[in-house]
């Protein structure tokens, strides 16, 4: 029995069989007096209180230490002896007092037999290797002891007492079976059969624990199947459920002894590894034992008439000398194995100290970046956008956080983790009052643009009050003719959610008279059937394809056709990050409508762009 509630369960019941053996056993020396044997009776207390003081320090011990699993074994099999041997003095009481003429004694002893056989089967009951051997110990010589006394009766009795006995087993049994049904239910998956996640947090917190006790070395691979959901999706949850049978088997050939494999949820998998005393050779197996797997795993699947093929996403976390707890450990893999999700999938990674140092600064960034607004770290560089006389016709706001501790930190580190704590929501509602003032003053000092770009981030678009809160920005700070300046950028990524959902706040927006551009067009999900179906009015070709424009081939391939598409659709379009008269003049030949880029001006101050615009 290896199961650690059922030990620490075991472990419970010592102190109560100590005090049913203690205190009863004074009663025996009591009546041991009285028949003239309390010599005898003695000697047996003594033992009584010997094993009752051995049992109490088996007890401390599995309180006091983190045990590891072979620990456990040796503590296991001392118990078991405790309870053989408690159990024991009961049958030696029982030989002593039928041994002696009074047959009072005798109705004592009969009673104390049957009494401790119904304890054995009550409180060893998780245990068949427990309650089996006692209860056959004290009830057999009982059996032995009616039939030796060759009346009539004592036959009767003697079948008496073997159906007890065997009732005793029997429910015992039975109980113990519904037991381990429940106990292998709550710690399965019932899909797989794997042990689940309850389980496996349980069996990692102690093995944590354990390990830092023995200062050993395990690893933990985190297993994510690559576009799972794809399959569930497409071909529906009965394949995708046998596929995750099947995956499970896999990972199962290549586990190592004496690891545990376990269904964390969904399409994850753990493998945590047996313990090692050299964190090289921990290492080297995980990474061995990961590998395996990954290959292991991309071995065609029948799943009925389907031929499937999946890959998975392998996180490793080690653990190391200092001692980390399993939220920790998990985490690790975690972020490992997202690591290899971004890395193109299909790959392991393993946790190391420069993620480590990442996280530690992702968490300070996170941690600052809440107080930027109050502490007014927060501005907008705002660069102009060109037409093709190179004429100032636009701008679009850029964000900038200069943080006091950090320095200078670039919106492409601060705004994905914004819309990750949901920060975004107050930044980008700043962003948008700063704007719209902004366009306001300028207005005022005769700086006439055509229009005037705002980066707005997927969250920020689904927030449940963003109509409401552009419309009051609107109402407060902007004219009917200047809402018609303003342009949204949204990126390709708000295509991944429900696009019914997307036009329909979109469509609101436009209301107000606000139009849309598709940002960093070219990088993402497009699709021409979104493109048709959202309500764009322009789009701005990434950088990237700009950069290579004169030297690659198919960079030009790819703007050529955003343009004739742009054209189709009757869209305008901006190239973003023009550097080099070449870029313009490639462009400008092929009727791009606006440029961006430091070729003309980099993003300016408030202030800065208004003499910027006054010179040109
Ligand atoms: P974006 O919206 O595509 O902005 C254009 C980025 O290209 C800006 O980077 C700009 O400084 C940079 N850029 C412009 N011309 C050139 C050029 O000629 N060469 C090169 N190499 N780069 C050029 P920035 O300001 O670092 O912003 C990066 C991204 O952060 C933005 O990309 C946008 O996605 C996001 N972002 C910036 N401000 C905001 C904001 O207020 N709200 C939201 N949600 N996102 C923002
Ligand atoms: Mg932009
Ligand atoms: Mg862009």
């Known amino acids: 029995m290896n199961d650690n509630s059922f030990n620490s369960y075991l472990h419970k019941q010592i102190p109560v069989m100590m005090v049913l053996s203690l205190f009863p056993g004074l009663a025996y020396i009591f009546l041991g007096w009285i028949h003239g044997i309390q010599f005898r009776a003695l000697i047996w207390y003594g033992l009584v209180l010997m094993v009752s003081l051995w049992g109490y320090s088996i007890y401390k011990e599995y309180l006091a230490n983190d045990l590891s699993s072979a620990q456990i074994k040796i503590w296991y099999r001392k118990l078991s002896w405790f309870y053989y041997a408690i159990f024991f003095l009961w049958l030696l009481i029982f030989l002593l007092f039928i041994s002696e003429k009074q047959f009072n004694l005798h109705y004592i002893a009969i009673f104390t037999e049957i009494g401790a056989s119904v304890v054995a089967s009550t409180l060893l009951v998780p245990d068949k290797k427990l309650f089996k051997p006692n209860i056959i110990m004290l009830m057999v010589p009982l059996m032995i002891y009616f039939i030796v006394l060759d009346e009539w009766y004592g036959y009767v009795l003697s079948v008496f007492s073997a159906t007890l006995a065997w009732v005793l087993i029997y ?55 690559d576009h799972f959901k794809t399959i569930n999706d497409s071909l529906g949850h009965d394949i995708g459920d046998r596929l995750l049978q099947d995956v499970a088997a896999r990972i199962k050939k290549y586990q190592q002894k004496n690891s545990l494999l376990a269904r964390l949820g969904g399409d994850e998998f753990v493998v945590l590894g047996s313990e090692y005393s050299s964190k090289d050779s921990c290492k080297q197996d995980a990474q061995a034992v990961a590998n395996q797997i990954l290959v292991g795993l991309k071995d065609s699947y029948t799943v009925e008439l389907h031929k499937l093929y999946i890959s998975a996403s392998i996180g490793v976390s080690l653990v190391a000398e200092e001692y980390i707890d399993a939220g920790r450990l998990i985490k690790e893999a975690d972020i490992a194995m997202y690591e290899a999700k971004e890395n193109g999938r299909d790959g392991v990674i393993i946790f190391d100290d420069d ?29 102009p956008q060109f037409d093709e006389h190179q004429q100032i016709t636009g701008a679009e706001a850029l964000a900038r956080w200069n943080s006091k501790k950090l320095g200078n930190i670039s919106p492409d580190v601060f705004i994905p983790i914004a819309e990750q704590t949901g920060f975004i929501i107050e930044l980008g509602r700043y962003i948008m009052e700063t704007a719209f ?13 055509a229009q005037f770009s705002i980066n707005v981030s997927m969250r920020q678009l689904f927030y449940y009050d963003f109509v409401d809160d552009v419309k009051l920005l609107c109402e407060e700070y902007l004219t009917q003719e200047m809402r018609e300046k303003i342009i949204f950028e949204v990126t390709e990524s708000i295509i991944a959610e429900d696009v019914e959902k997307v036009i329909h706040i979109m469509e609101q927006i436009k209301q107000l008279g606000i139009r849309f551009s598709m940002d960093d067009f070219g990088t993402g999900y497009s699709s021409l059937s979104y493109l048709k179906r959202l309500p764009i009015d322009e789009i701005k070709i990434d950088r990237s394809f700009i950069a290579d424009l004169n030297n690659v081939a198919s960079d030009q391939i790819m703007v050529n056709s955003i343009l004739n598409m742009a054209r189709q659709f009757n869209l305008s379009v901006v190239a973003e990050g023009v550097e080099s008269s070449d870029q313009f003049n490639y462009l400008q030949t092929h009727h791009c409508s606006l440029y961006q880029g430091f070729y003309f001006s980099r993003p300016l101050a408030e202030q800065q762009f208004v003499d910027f615009y006054k010179k040109t």
């Open 437 to 449: 003032r902004t366009l306001g003053s300028w207005d005022k000092q005769g700086i006439s643009l």
């Open 171 to 225: 429910s015992s049994t039975s109980s113990h079976k519904l037991l381990m049904r429940t106990n292998y239910q709550a710690n399965h998956d019932s899909l797989t059969g794997l042990h689940n996640r309850y389980y496996f947090i349980n069996f990692l917190q102690s093995m944590l624990s354990s390990l830092q006790a023995s200062r050993g070395y395990t690893y933990l691979l985190l297993i994510d199947l």
């Open 355 to 383: 993620m480590a140092v990442r996280i530690e600064l992702n968490l300070e960034l996170e941690r600052l970046l809440h107080f930027s607004l109050e502490n007014d770290e927060i501005n907008l560089l705002y660069q």
